[in-house]
């Protein structure tokens, strides 16, 4: 089954604005983790949610986790052009040590 | 802290030449290293999972003898396609973990594969 599906697929916004994406999985998770890709690069990992846990912060960013839904959000706030990438988010599912990658978001913030 | 460095970049090779990528994580000791394939605007396939002195574990439907995975030290893994063909071309990412319990991976920058 596929895991880590994220939505919007793409998003465009203004600087200052926040940004929202979603991401939904199939199964139980150890934890859930979000990751950034500039065009063409590595990917960076932004942050790392626990099972039992609900929400974090990190900056400007706030992670959510819901299991009952087995759904996530990354909420980018204050955005900048700098932050324009794309995210992933990245399920790590009990009894395996591999991370599933969904599809992705597409983050323009324009100036 | 947790930087992996991939070499080459980028390559340009002929169809028929074997590639070989290397992946390095550079201050710590990576336990786990992980081979990515990713295509255009989409999301990262994993191709297989590579622990030190151990044989790597391959992704169904990715061909063992196709990308040769070596994993000899713990800050050292290499993947070599071989036989490179037009349809081999893609970024291939390497990622590493230290085994902090939490798989968190830190990823290099990639390498962009062209075969003519």
């Known amino acids: 089954s596929q895991q880590g599906e994220e939505d919007p697929q793409a998003l465009s916004i203004q600087e200052g604005e926040n940004a929202t994406m979603n991401c939904s999985y199939k199964t139980s998770i150890n934890n859930l983790q979000w990751y950034r890709q500039n065009s063409g690069r590595g990917l960076v990992h932004l942050i790392l949610i626990r099972s039992n846990e609900r929400e974090k912060h990190s900056g400007r960013l706030r992670v959510t986790l819901d299991t009952s839904k087995k759904s996530s959000s990354l909420l980018i706030t204050a955005s900048r052009a700098a932050d324009t990438a794309s995210y992933f988010c990245?399920?790590?599912?009990?009894?395996?040590?591999?991370?599933?990658f969904g599809k992705g978001t597409m983050l323009l913030v324009s100036p | 802290g947790a930087v992996v460095s991939q070499h080459p970049s980028r390559v340009i090779c002929k169809s028929g030449t074997s590639v070989k990528i290397e992946c390095r994580s550079l201050?710590?000791?990576?336990?786990?290293m992980f081979w990515y394939r990713q295509f255009p605007k989409k999301s990262l396939m994993l191709m297989a999972t590579s622990n030190e002195g151990s044989k790597a574990t391959y992704e169904q439907g990715v061909e063992k003898d196709k990308f040769l995975i070596n994993h000899a030290s713990l800050t050292l893994s290499t993947l070599t396609v071989t036989s490179a063909h037009p349809e081999d071309s893609s970024f291939y990412i390497c990622?590493?973990?230290?085994?902090?319990?939490?798989?968190?991976?830190?990823f290099g920058p990639g390498t962009r594969l062209l075969v003519l």
């Open positions: 990622s590493a973990s230290g085994g902090t319990g939490d798989e968190t991976q830190y």
């Open positions: 201050d710590f000791q990576a336990t786990t």
């Open positions: 990245a399920t790590l599912r009990r009894g395996y040590s591999t991370l599933t």
